[in-house]
Protein backbone atom coordinates (compact mmCIF):
# COMPACT_ATOMS: atom_id res chain seq x y z
CA UNK A 1 0.00 0.00 0.00
CA UNK A 2 1.23 3.54 -0.65
CA UNK A 3 -0.03 7.11 -0.10
CA UNK A 4 -0.34 9.84 -2.90
CA UNK A 5 -0.18 13.07 -1.96
CA UNK A 6 -3.39 15.36 -1.04
CA UNK A 7 -5.22 11.74 -1.75
CA UNK A 8 -6.46 9.06 0.34
CA UNK A 9 -4.74 5.43 0.63
CA UNK A 10 -3.98 4.22 -2.77
CA UNK A 11 -4.03 -0.16 -3.20
CA UNK A 12 -2.48 -1.80 -5.57
CA UNK A 13 -4.77 -4.11 -7.25
CA UNK A 14 -6.12 -5.17 -10.48
CA UNK A 15 -8.82 -3.64 -12.01
CA UNK A 16 -11.71 -4.40 -10.55
CA UNK A 17 -13.53 -7.07 -12.30
CA UNK A 18 -16.74 -5.39 -12.82
CA UNK A 19 -17.06 -1.68 -12.85
CA UNK A 20 -13.24 -0.65 -14.24
CA UNK A 21 -13.08 -2.81 -16.72
CA UNK A 22 -16.10 -1.43 -18.44
CA UNK A 23 -16.16 1.56 -17.85
CA UNK A 24 -19.50 2.32 -17.78
CA UNK A 25 -20.66 -0.25 -20.40
CA UNK A 26 -23.74 -2.10 -21.02
CA UNK A 27 -22.69 -4.66 -18.64
CA UNK A 28 -22.90 -2.21 -15.45
CA UNK A 29 -26.36 -1.39 -16.61
CA UNK A 30 -27.33 -4.77 -16.65
CA UNK A 31 -25.63 -6.11 -13.60
CA UNK A 32 -26.88 -3.13 -11.33
CA UNK A 33 -30.27 -4.15 -12.56
CA UNK A 34 -30.02 -7.46 -11.22
CA UNK A 35 -27.96 -6.36 -8.49
CA UNK A 36 -31.26 -3.85 -7.41
CA UNK A 37 -33.68 -6.68 -8.22
CA UNK A 38 -31.92 -8.49 -5.31
CA UNK A 39 -31.45 -5.38 -3.13
CA UNK A 40 -35.17 -4.74 -2.79
CA UNK A 41 -36.00 -8.73 -2.37
CA UNK A 42 -33.74 -9.22 0.58
CA UNK A 43 -33.91 -5.62 2.29
CA UNK A 44 -37.98 -4.19 1.73
CA UNK A 45 -39.20 -5.59 5.12
CA UNK A 46 -36.91 -3.51 7.00
CA UNK A 47 -36.84 -0.51 4.94
CA UNK A 48 -40.78 -0.40 5.86
CA UNK A 49 -39.80 -0.58 9.54
CA UNK A 50 -37.21 2.41 8.92
CA UNK A 51 -39.60 4.72 6.80
CA UNK A 52 -42.54 4.37 9.61
CA UNK A 53 -40.32 4.85 12.15
CA UNK A 54 -38.79 7.94 10.03
CA UNK A 55 -42.51 9.14 9.55
CA UNK A 56 -45.12 8.37 12.72
CA UNK A 57 -44.50 10.76 15.73
CA UNK A 58 -43.29 10.08 18.43
CA UNK A 59 -45.15 7.34 20.98
CA UNK A 60 -46.95 5.62 17.71
CA UNK A 61 -44.02 2.86 17.91
CA UNK A 62 -41.91 1.57 21.20
CA UNK A 63 -39.30 0.43 18.69
CA UNK A 64 -37.96 -1.09 15.47
CA UNK A 65 -39.49 -3.90 16.66
CA UNK A 66 -42.95 -2.86 17.97
CA UNK A 67 -43.25 -0.93 14.30
CA UNK A 68 -42.22 -4.52 12.86
CA UNK A 69 -44.59 -6.34 14.95
CA UNK A 70 -47.53 -4.31 14.84
CA UNK A 71 -47.16 -4.10 11.06
CA UNK A 72 -47.56 -7.47 11.38
CA UNK A 73 -50.42 -8.21 13.61
CA UNK A 74 -52.50 -5.40 11.96
CA UNK A 75 -51.77 -5.58 8.27
CA UNK A 76 -50.32 -9.58 8.26
CA UNK A 77 -46.90 -10.10 7.05
CA UNK A 78 -47.33 -8.79 2.82
CA UNK A 79 -47.70 -5.79 4.90
CA UNK A 80 -43.87 -4.92 5.49
CA UNK A 81 -43.61 -5.28 0.96
CA UNK A 82 -45.92 -2.16 0.96
CA UNK A 83 -44.43 -0.20 -1.63
CA UNK A 84 -42.29 -3.08 -2.88
CA UNK A 85 -43.49 -2.95 -6.56
CA UNK A 86 -41.52 0.72 -6.78
CA UNK A 87 -38.42 -0.05 -6.06
CA UNK A 88 -38.49 -3.93 -7.07
CA UNK A 89 -39.00 -2.32 -10.87
CA UNK A 90 -37.55 1.35 -10.25
CA UNK A 91 -34.80 0.23 -7.77
CA UNK A 92 -33.38 -1.99 -11.20
CA UNK A 93 -33.32 0.47 -12.98
CA UNK A 94 -31.92 3.13 -10.56
CA UNK A 95 -29.03 0.84 -9.92
CA UNK A 96 -28.16 0.52 -13.89
CA UNK A 97 -28.03 4.13 -13.82
CA UNK A 98 -25.84 4.35 -10.66
CA UNK A 99 -23.08 1.47 -11.52
CA UNK A 100 -22.61 3.03 -14.75
CA UNK A 101 -22.07 6.39 -13.70
CA UNK A 102 -19.68 5.54 -10.88
CA UNK A 103 -17.81 3.36 -13.22
CA UNK A 104 -17.63 6.47 -15.84
CA UNK A 105 -16.73 8.86 -13.20
CA UNK A 106 -14.11 6.24 -12.12
CA UNK A 107 -12.95 6.42 -16.03
CA UNK A 108 -12.71 10.01 -16.09
CA UNK A 109 -10.39 10.64 -13.31
CA UNK A 110 -8.24 8.01 -13.69
CA UNK A 111 -7.89 8.31 -18.15
CA UNK A 112 -8.69 4.50 -18.24
CA UNK A 113 -11.41 1.70 -17.64
CA UNK A 114 -8.06 -0.50 -16.26
CA UNK A 115 -6.77 1.63 -14.06
CA UNK A 116 -6.98 1.41 -10.03
CA UNK A 117 -8.55 4.63 -8.91
CA UNK A 118 -7.47 5.84 -5.39
CA UNK A 119 -10.33 5.47 -2.53
CA UNK A 120 -10.07 9.66 -2.56
CA UNK A 121 -11.11 9.16 -6.71
CA UNK A 122 -13.54 6.36 -5.65
CA UNK A 123 -15.41 8.85 -3.24
CA UNK A 124 -15.40 11.96 -6.05
CA UNK A 125 -17.19 9.40 -8.66
CA UNK A 126 -19.46 7.57 -6.32
CA UNK A 127 -20.61 11.05 -5.06
CA UNK A 128 -20.97 11.90 -8.75
CA UNK A 129 -22.98 9.09 -9.53
CA UNK A 130 -25.17 9.99 -6.39
CA UNK A 131 -25.95 13.12 -8.02
CA UNK A 132 -26.80 11.47 -11.48
CA UNK A 133 -28.71 8.51 -9.65
CA UNK A 134 -31.35 10.98 -7.98
CA UNK A 135 -32.67 11.56 -11.21
CA UNK A 136 -34.41 8.14 -11.44
CA UNK A 137 -34.09 7.59 -7.31
CA UNK A 138 -36.20 10.64 -6.10
CA UNK A 139 -39.80 9.42 -7.85
CA UNK A 140 -38.81 5.82 -6.71
CA UNK A 141 -38.60 6.65 -3.35
CA UNK A 142 -41.61 9.39 -3.28
CA UNK A 143 -43.33 6.04 -4.53
CA UNK A 144 -42.26 3.97 -1.98
CA UNK A 145 -42.39 6.08 0.90
CA UNK A 146 -45.51 7.11 0.80
CA UNK A 147 -46.79 3.68 -0.44
CA UNK A 148 -45.23 2.53 3.05
CA UNK A 149 -47.05 4.87 5.24
CA UNK A 150 -50.49 4.29 3.54
CA UNK A 151 -52.25 3.28 6.95
CA UNK A 152 -51.42 7.43 7.40
CA UNK A 153 -54.84 8.79 6.99
CA UNK A 154 -53.93 11.96 8.58
CA UNK A 155 -51.73 12.99 5.73
CA UNK A 156 -53.22 11.25 2.76
CA UNK A 157 -57.18 10.87 3.62
CA UNK A 158 -59.21 8.35 2.91
CA UNK A 159 -57.83 7.23 -0.64
CA UNK A 160 -55.63 4.20 -0.90
CA UNK A 161 -53.45 3.59 -3.56
CA UNK A 162 -52.92 -0.38 -4.78
CA UNK A 163 -49.44 0.08 -6.50
CA UNK A 164 -46.93 3.00 -7.84
CA UNK A 165 -48.76 3.65 -11.06
CA UNK A 166 -52.60 4.57 -9.57
CA UNK A 167 -50.41 6.74 -7.13
CA UNK A 168 -47.96 8.41 -10.00
CA UNK A 169 -51.01 9.31 -11.78
CA UNK A 170 -52.63 10.63 -8.88
CA UNK A 171 -50.06 12.71 -7.79
CA UNK A 172 -49.51 14.19 -11.41
CA UNK A 173 -53.20 14.73 -11.97
CA UNK A 174 -53.10 16.89 -8.31
CA UNK A 175 -49.89 18.76 -8.75
CA UNK A 176 -48.28 18.28 -12.28
CA UNK A 177 -44.75 17.43 -13.23
CA UNK A 178 -44.12 18.75 -8.99
CA UNK A 179 -46.12 16.02 -7.94
CA UNK A 180 -43.66 13.31 -9.18
CA UNK A 181 -40.69 15.20 -8.65
CA UNK A 182 -41.50 15.94 -4.69
CA UNK A 183 -38.32 16.05 -3.13
CA UNK A 184 -35.73 16.27 -5.46
CA UNK A 185 -33.56 18.17 -3.90
CA UNK A 186 -33.46 16.49 -1.00
CA UNK A 187 -32.79 13.43 -2.39
CA UNK A 188 -29.73 14.81 -3.80
CA UNK A 189 -28.81 16.12 -0.50
CA UNK A 190 -28.59 12.61 0.18
CA UNK A 191 -27.57 10.73 -2.73
CA UNK A 192 -24.28 12.86 -2.43
CA UNK A 193 -22.57 11.41 0.40
CA UNK A 194 -24.40 8.28 1.09
CA UNK A 195 -22.96 7.36 -2.16
CA UNK A 196 -19.13 8.70 -1.72
CA UNK A 197 -19.59 6.49 1.31
CA UNK A 198 -21.30 3.36 -0.11
CA UNK A 199 -18.52 3.02 -2.54
CA UNK A 200 -15.61 4.11 -0.77
CA UNK A 201 -16.81 2.02 2.20
CA UNK A 202 -16.79 -1.43 -0.59
CA UNK A 203 -13.53 -0.43 -1.94
CA UNK A 204 -11.29 -0.08 1.29
CA UNK A 205 -13.01 -3.29 2.39
CA UNK A 206 -12.78 -5.39 -0.66
CA UNK A 207 -8.82 -4.30 -1.16
CA UNK A 208 -8.41 -5.47 2.66
CA UNK A 209 -9.71 -8.52 2.64
CA UNK A 210 -8.31 -8.74 -1.19
CA UNK A 211 -4.66 -8.11 0.38
CA UNK A 212 -5.29 -10.65 3.41
CA UNK A 213 -7.15 -13.52 1.51
CA UNK A 214 -6.54 -13.52 -2.00
CA UNK A 215 -2.85 -12.15 -2.42
CA UNK A 216 -4.05 -9.10 -3.53
CA UNK A 217 -6.25 -10.06 -5.82
CA UNK A 218 -9.91 -8.80 -5.87
CA UNK A 219 -10.98 -10.91 -8.55
CA UNK A 220 -10.34 -14.17 -6.66
CA UNK A 221 -12.73 -13.00 -3.40
CA UNK A 222 -15.47 -15.56 -2.73
CA UNK A 223 -19.12 -14.50 -2.73
CA UNK A 224 -19.45 -14.42 1.05
CA UNK A 225 -16.20 -12.04 1.23
CA UNK A 226 -17.68 -9.54 -1.61
CA UNK A 227 -21.19 -10.05 0.55
CA UNK A 228 -19.26 -8.89 3.61
CA UNK A 229 -17.49 -6.19 1.67
CA UNK A 230 -20.88 -5.35 0.43
CA UNK A 231 -22.17 -4.80 3.77
CA UNK A 232 -19.43 -2.91 5.40
CA UNK A 233 -20.43 -0.61 2.17
CA UNK A 234 -24.28 -0.30 2.96
CA UNK A 235 -23.31 0.56 7.01
CA UNK A 236 -20.84 3.15 5.37
CA UNK A 237 -23.72 4.82 2.98
CA UNK A 238 -26.10 5.21 6.10
CA UNK A 239 -23.37 6.64 8.47
CA UNK A 240 -22.70 9.27 6.28
CA UNK A 241 -25.85 10.29 5.47
CA UNK A 242 -28.87 9.16 7.37
CA UNK A 243 -30.28 12.58 9.08
CA UNK A 244 -30.99 13.54 5.46
CA UNK A 245 -32.75 10.50 4.51
CA UNK A 246 -35.06 11.29 7.56
CA UNK A 247 -35.51 14.59 6.33
CA UNK A 248 -36.63 13.29 2.47
CA UNK A 249 -38.94 10.77 3.56
CA UNK A 250 -40.70 13.39 5.65
CA UNK A 251 -40.55 16.35 2.71
CA UNK A 252 -42.06 13.20 0.15
CA UNK A 253 -44.67 12.13 2.94
CA UNK A 254 -46.07 15.92 3.04
CA UNK A 255 -49.16 17.08 2.54
CA UNK A 256 -47.83 19.27 -0.86
CA UNK A 257 -45.15 19.07 -2.66
CA UNK A 258 -42.49 21.93 -1.78
CA UNK A 259 -41.25 24.70 -3.54
CA UNK A 260 -37.58 25.96 -3.82
CA UNK A 261 -34.66 25.06 -1.94
CA UNK A 262 -35.05 25.96 1.03
CA UNK A 263 -37.70 23.38 2.29
CA UNK A 264 -34.52 21.02 3.54
CA UNK A 265 -33.20 23.27 6.23
CA UNK A 266 -37.07 23.78 7.03
CA UNK A 267 -38.04 20.78 7.20
CA UNK A 268 -34.36 19.74 9.47
CA UNK A 269 -36.10 22.64 12.04
CA UNK A 270 -39.53 20.78 12.09
CA UNK A 271 -37.99 17.94 13.29
CA UNK A 272 -35.59 19.29 15.35
CA UNK A 273 -38.26 21.24 16.99
CA UNK A 274 -40.68 18.55 17.75
CA UNK A 275 -38.52 15.11 18.50
CA UNK A 276 -34.33 17.28 19.27
CA UNK A 277 -31.18 15.21 17.92
CA UNK A 278 -32.89 11.89 18.24
CA UNK A 279 -35.77 12.78 15.63
CA UNK A 280 -32.91 12.92 12.78
CA UNK A 281 -31.48 9.06 13.97
CA UNK A 282 -35.21 7.22 14.51
CA UNK A 283 -35.36 4.31 12.51
CA UNK A 284 -31.36 4.06 12.09
CA UNK A 285 -31.06 0.83 14.01
CA UNK A 286 -33.35 -1.41 11.15
CA UNK A 287 -31.74 1.19 8.93
CA UNK A 288 -27.70 -0.66 9.51
CA UNK A 289 -29.35 -3.80 10.04
CA UNK A 290 -30.99 -3.98 6.67
CA UNK A 291 -28.11 -3.06 5.22
CA UNK A 292 -26.04 -5.71 5.78
CA UNK A 293 -27.76 -8.02 3.80
CA UNK A 294 -29.05 -5.70 0.90
CA UNK A 295 -25.83 -3.91 0.23
CA UNK A 296 -23.64 -7.35 0.84
CA UNK A 297 -26.31 -8.84 -1.54
CA UNK A 298 -26.13 -5.74 -3.80
CA UNK A 299 -22.62 -5.46 -4.40
CA UNK A 300 -22.13 -9.66 -4.27
CA UNK A 301 -25.03 -9.94 -6.97
CA UNK A 302 -23.31 -6.83 -9.08
CA UNK A 303 -19.50 -8.28 -9.06
CA UNK A 304 -20.59 -11.88 -9.99
CA UNK A 305 -22.94 -11.17 -12.47
CA UNK A 306 -19.80 -8.69 -14.56
CA UNK A 307 -17.11 -11.81 -13.86
CA UNK A 308 -19.57 -13.69 -15.54
CA UNK A 309 -20.25 -11.16 -18.18
CA UNK A 310 -16.64 -10.27 -18.95
CA UNK A 311 -15.42 -14.25 -18.69
CA UNK A 312 -17.87 -14.48 -21.36
CA UNK A 313 -16.67 -12.30 -23.69
Same mark, same amino acid.
Given at each position: ? #????? &????????? =?? @? #????? @? @?????? +??? =? +?????VAVGHPLDTVKVRMQIE? +???FKGPMDCFMKTIRNEGFLGLYKGMASPLVGISAVNSLLFWAYSYGRTLQTGS????? &?????????AGAGAVNSILASPVELLKVRL????? &?????? +????GPVPLARHLFQKFGARGITWGFWATVAREIPANAAFYTGFEFAKRCLADTFANGDSTKLSPLL?? =? #?????GVSYWTASYPLDVIKSRVQNGKEPPKGFGYILSTAKTIAAEQ???? *? *???????????????????? &?YELVMRALNNNQ
Open positions: M #SEAPG &TLAVFEEPA =LD @G #SSGSG @G @GWKDFA +AGS =L +AGAAQK +AGIATATP &TLGQVAIAGQVQYN &TAVQGS +AVFRLM =L #SGSIGGIRG *F *FRGFSPSVIRSVPAAGVTFA &T
